[in-house]
């Protein structure tokens, strides 16, 4: 079975939990985003902040090095500024890149999805 790294907005941060666990019940490697909903990183003070979202970002960037596959958690087509990036850092390592839907506002990110999945199961099914 591959590993997979999910990218996604915390605004889903339910929906990725379930699809996250759907895979690992299959037994799957599963690399999730860190999803902080804790506000209070707003309050540090500025290098600390800096700091913060630099192992944040770094963190990620990691897991999408160490995973086979890319899974972008976009539901109603929506990816944002972090994922934007982590797309692209999946483009530039050659991952292959799923996505749960289309891109709805940007069509240059559409060409680096490999391929349009819908559920944990059909990921799995990829992934043999």
């Known amino acids: 079975m591959k590993s997979v790294v999910?990218?996604?907005?915390?605004k889903f941060k339910k929906e990725i939990?379930?699809?996250e666990k759907a895979l690992r019940k299959k037994g799957v490697l599963v690399f999730p985003p860190i999803l902080n909903t804790n506000r209070q990183i707003d309050t540090l003070p500025s290098d600390l902040k800096r700091y913060a979202f630099?192992?944040?970002?770094?963190?990620?960037?990691?897991?999408?090095?160490?995973?086979?596959?890319v899974?972008?958690?976009?539901k109603g087509g929506y990816i944002g500024n972090s994922t934007t990036m982590e797309l692209?850092?999946?483009t530039v390592l050659g991952?292959?890149?799923f996505a749960l839907e289309e891109d709805n506002e940007e069509p240059c990110r559409n060409v680096l999805i490999d391929e349009i999945v819908k559920s944990p199961?059909?990921?799995i099914n990829k992934l043999k």
Do not use: D
């Open 71 to 74: 899974f972008i958690y976009n």
């Open 54 to 69: 630099i192992g944040l970002t770094l963190h990620h960037l990691e897991y999408i090095k160490k995973a086979e596959i």
């Open 17 to 19: 939990v379930e699809f």
């Open 95 to 97: 991952k292959p890149i």
């Open 121 to 123: 199961t059909q990921l």
């Open 88 to 90: 692209g850092a999946a």
């Open 6 to 10: 999910i990218c996604g907005s915390r």
